[in-house]
């Protein structure tokens, strides 16, 4: 087997880990599809070499057809999904709503399959049109993951973003130099050899973070965020635990009405019989509660005075004495809003402010302003709090994780608060210090802003 073959079936094997992780995430489909087509390289010249010039003329034409498809799809559609792969990892794209965009880039894949010359055995690309296409789809992969590395703020996904970056984007800049660039003025150009090198690379070096994050009890996955699949299996278990604490309290209440109809109770008998309605009730709003805040939800845009939905949310806070004690400060434009889910993001903002005025504990300052910058409108929260530690900040986002000792906290909110704003397109960064306080900042990019004195624009 030769070496070039070899490293396709290694693409192919990485291809079908890679999907089977996560079926239904679009990070890993595309990345499937990208790791496949890539891999076609090497069947294609295995092919070519053990049928296609073994079956020349006319009865060659099926061969010839099957070499067609594999090359065409390695070297020309290739980009496609790298380009693809790259945006949906980054995240910074809703791929439902711009889904217009993958047939705007498909586009030029099409052109390039329709204008290409079949009538030779080896088909003929337009090189200096797939060059250019190819630079841009590959340079913007591998700016894509760059980026998501570069602009993450937690530093608890940092790591597994920059291993990530550094070992795909050498790699796809690697395949733009030596399969489509220097073939283009040098047509014999063996490139193997320079990108099986690169290949190597990648792979050793994402096994090698493979291991070391497993040995810390954290494995890397190729996801938009390694959150998510903690967020799913949270989900599932929440989903699990509803279902059965629903049938067993069902039980508990058919119990509760035998045993009233079994004769007159006592005063004492009764209200042990209403403790235990009441705890059933507690025990299913709990498990509802849960799996309410880890449900995959709808994002859908409205038009929102920010101003008055935050003293809504404040008022609501005062009304349940969480603000007693607390001086707020509330700075905000009059004339600016936003576009945004009301339902979810007066649900984002309770949680933060709860969080706020929890932490406090009826004594402290609570600001909350908002800040214009060039490409960003900032809405801060800020209190004056006990603050958190580092350590405490790498894991806030994690499914049932509490800084805070109450009983009625799950640890979901902010999970939830993440969730939502990732889906939204919307920043979320979270800065602390001890004994002194900490800041939420949510950053809405310039499109999601606009001025009451000009109307939505």
């Known amino acids: 087997m030769n070496m070039m073959l070899l490293y396709s079936f290694v693409l192919t094997a990485a291809a079908g880990v890679l999907f089977f992780a996560n079926r239904k995430g679009e990070v890993n489909r595309w ?31 099926v061969a010839a057809a099957i070499y067609a498809v594999l090359y065409i799809s390695n070297l020309v559609v290739t980009p496609y999904f790298a380009l693809w792969f790259g945006f949906s990892y980054a995240g910074k794209v809703d791929l439902r709503k711009r889904s217009w965009w993958k047939w705007v880039t498909m586009l030029p894949i099409v052109s390039m399959v329709c204008f290409t010359d079949y009538s030779q055995t080896e088909p003929s690309v337009p090189a200096a049109a797939l060059c250019v296409v190819a630079i841009f789809y590959y340079l913007g992969s591998a700016w894509m993951f760059l980026y998501a590395a570069i602009s993450e703020r937690q530093s608890r996904f940092f790591t597994n973003r920059m291993f990530t970056a550094l070992a795909v984007a ?57 959150l998510e699949s903690s967020v799913r299996a949270a989900h599932t278990g929440a989903a699990f635990l509803n279902h059965s604490i629903k049938n067993d309290i069902g039980k508990i209440r058919l119990a509760a009405e035998n045993l009233k109809r079994l004769g007159p109770l006592n005063e004492s008998q009764l209200e042990q019989l209403k403790l235990l309605q009441r705890s059933s009730n507690h025990l299913l709003e709990m498990s509802q509660r849960i799996l309410q805040q880890l449900r995959e939800m709808e994002w859908e845009e409205q038009f929102v005075h920010v101003k008055p939905l935050m003293q809504q949310v404040l008022s609501q806070s005062k009304m349940n004495s969480k603000a007693d004690g607390i001086e707020i400060h509330l700075e905000m434009d009059e004339q600016l809003a936003v576009f945004a889910d009301p339902v979810h993001f007066a649900e984002v903002l309770t949680n933060l402010i709860s969080n706020a005025l929890e932490a406090m504990n009826h ?11 060039r490409r960003k409108l900032l809405l801060l929260i800020e209190d004056t709090g006990p603050g958190m530690t580092r350590k405490e900040l790498d894991r806030i986002f994690e499914p049932y994780y509490s800084t805070k000792s109450s009983q009625s906290n799950y640890g979901l909110g902010l999970t939830y608060c993440y969730q939502v704003l990732r889906k939204a397109g919307i920043g979320f960064e979270i800065g602390s210090v001890p004994q002194k306080g900490t800041t939420v900042t949510l950053l809405f990019p310039n499109k999601k802003v606009v001025s009451l004195q000009e109307g939505p624009t």
């Open 31 to 61: 990345g499937a599809l990208f790791f496949v087509c890539a891999s076609l390289g090497g069947f294609a010249e295995e092919f070519k070499s053990a049928f296609l010039l073994e079956h020349q003329g006319e009865s060659g034409w």
């Open 170 to 226: 050498p790699t796809l800049l690697a395949v733009v130099l030596f399969i489509y660039m220097i073939p283009l003025f040098q047509p014999d150009f063996s490139f193997f050899p320079y990108v099986g090198w690169f290949i190597a690379y990648s792979f050793a070096l994402g096994t090698s973070f493979s291991v070391y994050q497993g040995m810390l009890g954290v494995r890397i996955r190729v996801e938009a965020n390694p």
């Open 363 to 373: 004594r402290g300052t609570l600001r909350i302003r908002m800040k214009k910058t």
